[in-house]
T-cell receptor, first 114, second 113 residues
Framework: DAGITQSPRHKVTETGTPVTLRCHQT?????MYWYRQDPGHGLRLIHY???????DKGEVSDGYSVSRSKTEDFLLTLESATSSQTSVYFC?????????????FGEGSRLTVL | GQNIDQPTEMTATEGAIVQINCTYQ??????LFWYQQHAGEAPTFLSY????GLEEKGRFSSFLSRSKGYSYLLLKELQMKDSASYLC??????????????FGSGTQLTVLP
């Protein structure tokens, strides 16, 4: 199994507070991703990174920012959490090369915004 | 952009065969993936198709027709542990430099005894 850990795994917060989710990998993979998963919507890409300090927006990036200062860490920040950001957040990594380039997912972080 | 459709729910009996379909529209196809996700867990990679035809992996097979924008996942000799959500995902040739995937909403499969 790919070495990906997310923290925290569960968090309850209030509207308007900042929240940071952390993704840590031990695989030295170049590519890292943040997805959110909601009923009826499947997995939707928030932001991704293709190297240290190299990030770009995904399909649902409004209200989120990311940072990657080291290969192994990819942080997702909600500057001012809203109830619509209640979701399960998955980090994924990919080697990006080779034939397949499949994604490996972390265990998820369940965020509830009250 | 991309549009991926798959049935929301399916039910099958233990020991039977089930086929989960996925149709997609994309401006530049560059691979189709199937993932399995048990409730409360992370998605795990099942299969990858980039050329037309059938890829077999034990009890699981995946088929692709690029001209029809169609794929299916075939599960044989169903077991109770196969009850899970099955996610179809497509990689677009024109995706960002990170070759990210776009996912369908998933098919929840329930295997009954």
């Amino acid at each position: 199994d790919a070495g990906i850990t997310q923290s925290p795994r569960h968090k309850v917060t209030e509207t308007g507070t900042p929240v940071t989710l952390r993704c840590h990998q031990t695989e030295n993979h170049r590519y890292m991703y943040w997805y959110r998963q909601d009923p009826g919507h499947g997995l939707r890409l928030i932001h991704y990174s293709y190297g240290v300090k190299d990030t770009d927006k995904g399909e649902v990036s409004d209200g989120y920012s990311v940072s990657r200062s080291k290969t192994e860490d990819f942080l997702l920040t909600l500057e001012s959490a809203t109830s619509s950001q209640t979701s399960v957040y998955f980090c994924a990594i990919s080697e990006g090369t080779g034939v397949t380039g499949e994604l490996f997912f972390g265990e998820g972080s369940r965020l509830t915004v009250l | 952009g991309q549009n991926i459709d798959q049935p929301t729910e399916m039910t099958a009996t233990e020991g039977a065969i089930v086929q989960i379909n996925c149709t997609y529209q994309t401006s530049g196809f560059n691979g189709l993936f199937w993932y399995q996700q048990h409730a409360g867990e992370a998605p795990t990679f099942l299969s990858y198709n980039v050329l037309d035809g059938l890829e077999e992996k034990g009890r699981f097979s995946s088929f692709l027709s690029r001209s029809k924008g169609y794929s299916y996942l075939l599960l044989k000799e169903l077991q109770m542990k196969d009850s899970a959500s099955y996610l179809c995902a497509v990689r677009d040739r024109w995706a960002g430099s990170a070759r990210q995937l776009t996912f369908g909403s998933g098919t929840q499969l329930t295997v009954l005894p």
